[in-house]
């Protein structure tokens, strides 16, 4: 079964960037499609980026498009978010997933397996 552990969380001030990274175990990864999303407090989690794991393919968040970067390694089993020009409505807990189809996607619900979460808080 393939575990996901993020980490690279932090604070932040605004204009500041961060990497977040996510690490795989299981012989799955490399087949699968990966994702990042976010939670901020009293709202829903919401698509930030995804990426598939043949083509590289990858889709954004309108809003973070140009700020945000998705990765990833099927060597190392990781799938990284570098996050610059970060603005407080950044703020959130940050989850990684892995969903089986290998196309990637901006819906949750196709997602199998999820990360704990990092916290990422960008103050003004």
């Known amino acids: 079964q393939v575990q996901l552990v993020e980490s690279g969380g932090g604070w932040v001030q605004t204009g500041g960037s961060l990497r977040l990274s996510c690490a795989a175990s299981?012989?799955?990864?490399?087949?699968?499609?990966m994702g990042w999303f976010r939670q901020a407090p009293g709202k829903e989690r919401e698509f930030v980026a995804t990426?598939?794991?043949?083509?590289?393919?990858?889709d954004y968040l309108d809003s973070v498009k140009g700020r945000f970067t998705i990765s990833r390694d099927n060597f190392k089993n990781t799938v990284d978010l570098q996050m610059d020009s970060l603005k407080p409505e950044d703020t959130a807990v940050y989850y990684c997933?892995?969903?089986?189809?290998?196309?990637?996607?901006?819906?949750?619900?196709?997602?199998?397996?999820w990360g704990q979460g990092t916290p990422v808080t960008v103050s003004s």
């Open positions: 299981g012989r799955t990864f490399s087949s699968s499609g």
């Open positions: 997933a892995l969903e089986s189809t290998g196309r990637g996607s901006f819906d949750p619900l196709r997602y199998d397996v």
């Open positions: 990426i598939d794991w043949s083509s590289g393919r990858r």
